[in-house]
């Protein structure tokens, strides 16, 4: 295999780490989600606090409770670029469902994913989520931008 074909396969197998990881959380299924994500991952995500490893599955679980029904997921935009053992992807996603308490979701937001190839399975290490936030001093979030 040639390194162009062998970039394509390990591409594929990050686009197939994140598709899993999208039908875990539309699945409302905590211990799938972190079956995506290496031991010792990080993430910068849309909740407090800065900085979460979330290696515990209630962290989720208490998230998800404040759904009803599942959690859709769509993914635009999507970069994957593979170098050796690491990879980074970056994306606009969409988050959609209905909250617990009756309010439809609807919010776009950005999200990069490093990855690291270990014992031959990509893992996600580190995800960074951001919504951009108005620059007009009042330092509101910026969830009426749609790409």
Same mark, same amino acid.
């Given at each position: ?5 062998? *970039? ?5 197998? =990050? @686009?197939? +780490? ?6 875990? #959380? ?41 759904? *009803? ?5 769509? =993914? @635009?935009? +999507? ?6 053992? #690491? ?61």
């Amino acid at each position: 295999m040639n390194s162009h074909d062998s *970039r394509i396969t390990h591409e594929a197998k =990050i @686009r197939a +780490l994140i598709d899993q990881h999208v039908k875990a #959380l539309y699945a409302k299924d905590a211990q799938a989600v972190l079956r995506c994500f290496t031991a010792d991952s990080t993430r910068f995500s849309l909740a407090p606090p800065l900085i979460s490893t979330m290696t515990d599955a209630k962290t989720y679980d208490a998230w998800f409770a404040t759904w *009803r029904g599942p959690i859709g997921t769509e =993914i @635009r935009e +999507l970069t994957i670029i593979v170098s050796g053992d #690491l990879g980074v992807s970056h994306s606009l996603n969409l988050m959609t469902g209905t909250s617990s308490s009756g309010h439809d979701v609807e919010l776009w937001y950005r999200q990069t994913l490093s990855f690291r190839k270990i014992d031959g399975q990509w893992k996600i290490a580190h995800q960074h989520d951001s919504v951009p936030f108005y620059m007009d001093g009042s330092f509101r979030a910026a969830t009426d931008l749609k790409p």
